[in-house]
């Protein structure tokens, strides 16, 4: 089932260091990561801002001022007075308020006379300042307000919309059923957060989210799933349960630690155990690759891709898969000329090898673009590439987890506002990665002259004919990543000099080797793999 909306959150592009020691190239104190194309820096303990040029674009006047999101920053002259200025440094919010949080989805949340909340994109207000806490209203238009210790529901109206008279409500409020768990008289259950209505009766210990029609509920110690009538579908015998994504669930066999620690296994709608993980082929038809070779190898492949590079070969698809093999592609590829690989232990280290590519006076490669990204086994992997034709004038960025309270400490929301700020500007995705340990995504864009436009989508499991769908509209996948619990697909679409003609996506819990013959066979070459671990 496709995943009707994905968390979104505000640019942060990492185009240069964000500590420096001052200099004539750098007067400032300190200058922060960029965010939609403006970073804060500081000079005297005072802020402002610079563009991409490294040009100040907003004087350094403010006391206190917060990144620019939604093309607004929350910025305060003396420290206690805050409003908000547009890029121009044009004041849009009189400087009236105790208080300012980053607009997000046209809303930002903001105290007065103690109390927080809500303004539009032109300033108005919104939600009526009489809340307890900052309210951070989701992109389905709603958000939890807190009054007296007791929680509720508003929309982007201002209209209470659930009553504020529950115990405990989550600040993320989503579901694909407008669903969420909530705690009322000491006990959890489940209500509708658009109308209020109890779905599941409050008469459990403790609950979870909810996703695809069960609801992960405690009772006396043990865990186990109810439907909408609330009738037990999966025995309490678990000590934790989590959500179901693509059938899936992720539930605990014994006690969870303080740190995160315990046994715990994957189980489908029927209580079954499924296994570690799933491998993800994608084939097509009419691609610009032509002979290819793979080979698998618990260690880094540098000897097999050494000497495919003296046959003609090139690096098209690498992964290592949650089983503990490399799978790697290599093609015969009329648009690659050369190639290079590098791994670091960290992005940082690996940053400094793009730099020697195009930076300075003389960079080593500046014909090079990165063609591969990967995090695996705690390290960076990078691919770049001579003479692709596909990705010109190539960029780097970086996402990192914001520090918001109504973010999962677990992952960073995939940075698909990042992504589509670049969009507009006629740059397409070339390569991706996400770090779990770093929690940020490192991607590159590029001016890509086979690219006409590119889409995003996000799926709770794979399906071939969703991705059909999509190419009956002339899109097909050249990006996938799995997140949790989450796919998240991008579709490009090509110039007509660089047609795919068909493909098919094949997913198995095994390395599905026996099966590239035959689709080669059939005039189908590889041009997508990747492993993704049950999470």
Partial sequence: MKQATLLLISSIFLLFSAQAQRSSDNPYDEVDDYSEGYARVKLDDKYGFI??????VIEVKYTKARDFSGGFAAVSEDGKNWGYINTSGKKVVDFKLEDAESYYNNYASAKKNGKWGVLDKYGNTVVAFKYDESIYINPAGIGRVQENKKFGIVNSNGKLIVPVSYDHIPSYLYSSDNITHAKKDGKWGYINITKGKTIVPFEYDEANGYNEGLFPVQKNGKWGYVDADNKVVIPFMYYDCGMFHGGEAKVYTSQKT??????????NKNNEKL???????LYHKGSYNTTQFWSTNKSFPSDDIKKKWDEGFYITSLRYGFDGNYFLVMSKNATLRGQRWATRETFSDLDKEVGKMWGGDKPTHPKYRITY??????????VASEGTNTNTNQRLYRVKKPNSYYFSDSYAPFPITSIEVQWKEGRYVDAIA?????????????DASYYVDQKYESYTHLD???LKAWEK??????????????????????????KY????????????TRNVKGYWDKGFTITDIHSFERE
């Fill in 51 to 56: 563009n991409l040029s490294k040009r100040e």
């Fill in 373 to 382: 990204l990967s995090y695996v086994n705690d390290k960076w992997l990078m």
């Fill in 275 to 281: 296994g570690p993980g799933n491998w993800s082929f």
């Fill in 258 to 267: 303080l740190l995160g620690g315990g046994d715990y296994i994957f189980i």
């Fill in 434 to 446: 996400y770090s779990p340990k770093d929690m940020e995504y490192v991607y590159t864009m590029s």
């Fill in 464 to 466: 071939e004919n969703e």
């Fill in 473 to 498: 509209k002339d899109y097909f996948p050249s990006q996938i990543l799995k997140q949790n619990g989450t796919y998240h697909v991008i579709y490009t679409k090509y110039s007509k000099s660089f």
């Fill in 501 to 512: 003609a068909a493909q098919e996506l094949i997913t198995s819990e095994t390395l599905p």
